[in-house]
């Protein structure tokens, strides 16, 4: 196991983040407990941005809020001078929340309704980026209709398949998002939104998939993007000014994981562009990137505490704690694997392989099968590490359980940017039945 970002073994066997011992932050703030390094968001961040200003490419790195979303995440991309891409009202109410500038955010989405819409450009919303013909229409008349003029950017799909699970594999022909590209849809989405006074086509948008490890995916869709191109180019005269690679890049779970490092993706697109481009004697494009996972992944650790443990000779022990797949469904939904270590005996052997169970009401509510442990007693810390992406986002009260409070750490600093929620909020929508029954 490597740790990463500060994260290390403390003095007194502790694991430690951001200079805060985590036994101490599970004992303040209760567990489950997201805990967030903060030094290591803004390194990453600063690594994507870096790689593009060594590239003299014109860029934007737009931080995916998918991946985990809240008033200070969005503080944060803004300090770090971020974009921010945004794929519903809530998401985007989010960021106007935190003084997130409008002009940077980008709108996605495969079903903006017209309330989303009008909230975009009510705020004043940067791109949009259009993902069918539905939305085409509707929003150039939202946009005719108030005067005004939007910068819009059609989604592709380029009908690449890229190794990672199925669900958060997107480019393939067959799939939900974007005009294909194969079967003409993206050529007529070209010429109806260059026909369309009230935008402004700044370029295509392409997102291939999800944490992927190998530049050979990008690669690929570069290329077929630019022969796409070539055929606009060809039957409109109409050349991009902004390329969007979108999101996707790997990190690394557990040491089976082996993605190329930040500084290779950047580099490696960024010459193939260049290559691509400059082969038709074009000027380079603004180049922009969605990384989501590639941010906060690595940064977020999941506190708990052991509850039950049930021994089953010969068999297994689980370990239960006191979240599971409502704080962190990949397990459950992805067969996502994890790594993990005892907070409060971090610096002891492992002696025991057990497997660490969540307290839903399911038998698939695992988080992790075959860990080993030192010997592991209830009352103990455990530290579910890099689970900072798609957690607290896809968390929810299945069983009634409360969403867990999210804490940044930084120079022995922790403050709360998300309180746990409490009974209260869990009925807060509840209604009593207001029509009385007429059964007696
Ligand atoms: N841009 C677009 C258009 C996307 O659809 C996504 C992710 C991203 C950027 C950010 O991708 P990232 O850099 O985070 O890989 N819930 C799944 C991941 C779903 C990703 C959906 N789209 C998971 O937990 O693995």
């Not at 940077?104 to 940067?126: C, D, P, T, W, Y």
């Amino acid at each position: 196991m490597r740790l990463t970002g500060t994260s290390h073994i403390g003095s007194q066997g502790h694991l430690t983040i951001g200079g805060c011992d985590t036994v101490e932050l599970a004992k303040t703030f209760g567990t489950p407990l997201y805990v967030y390094d903060e030094a290591l968001i803004r390194e990453n961040s600063r690594r994507f941005v870096k790689s593009f200003e060594q590239s003299g490419f014109a860029f934007q790195v737009a931080y995916a809020s998918k991946a985990f979303s809240c008033i200070a995440m969005a503080q944060l991309a803004a300090e770090e001078n971020l974009s921010l891409d945004v794929v519903s009202s809530g998401e985007l109410y989010t960021a106007l929340q935190a003084g997130f500038p409008a002009e940077r955010i980008h709108f996605h989405g495969n079903n903006k309704s017209e309330e989303e819409l009008r909230m975009a450009l009510e705020a004043g919303v940067g791109c949009y980026v259009v993902d069918n013909f539905y939305e085409m229409a509707l929003l150039h008349d939202l946009a005719s209709a108030s005067g005004i003029q939007v910068n819009v950017m059609l989604r592709l799909t380029p009908g690449i398949e890229v190794h990672t699970h199925e669900y958060i594999s997107t480019g393939q022909e067959d799939s939900k998002f974007g005009f294909g590209v194969a079967d003409g849809q993206a050529m007529l989405a070209i010429r109806q939104a260059l026909a369309k006074t009230h935008f402004n086509l700044l370029g295509i948008h392409v997102h291939i998939g999800s944490q992927i490890f190998d530049t050979t995916g990008f690669v690929e869709a570069i290329k077929v993007i630019r022969e796409f191109l070539d055929s606009v180019r060809k039957e409109t005269g109409y050349e991009v000014k902004v390329l969007n690679l979108g999101g996707g890049f790997g990190i690394r779970y557990t040491d089976e994981d082996d993605p190329v490092e930040i500084e290779t993706f950047v580099e490696t697109i960024t010459q193939e562009v260049a290559a691509a481009w400059s082969k038709r004697n074009l000027p380079n494009p603004e180049i922009w990137i969605e990384p989501g996972r590639g941010i906060v992944g690595n940064a977020g650790t999941t506190l708990y505490s052991v509850g039950s443990i049930k021994q089953i000779p010969g068999i297994r022990t689980y370990v239960a704690v006191d979240g599971g797949m409502t704080d962190n469904i990949r397990p459950a939904l992805y067969q996502a694997k994890y790594e993990a270590l005892l907070a409060n005996k971090a610096s002891m052997v492992a002696t025991e392989t057990v497997s660490i169970a969540g307290k839903c009401c399911e038998s698939g509510d695992m988080l992790i099968w075959d860990i080993d442990l030192p010997q592991v007693t209830s009352g103990d810390i455990l530290a579910v590490l890099s689970t900072g992406a798609y957690g607290y986002s896809m968390a929810s009260n299945y069983n009634r359980l409360r969403r867990p409070a999210v804490v940044f750490v930084r120079d022995g600093i922790a403050d709360l940017v998300v309180e746990r929620e409490t009974y209260e909020d869990l009925v807060r929508h509840d209604r009593k039945r207001s029509v009385l029954s007429n059964i007696v």
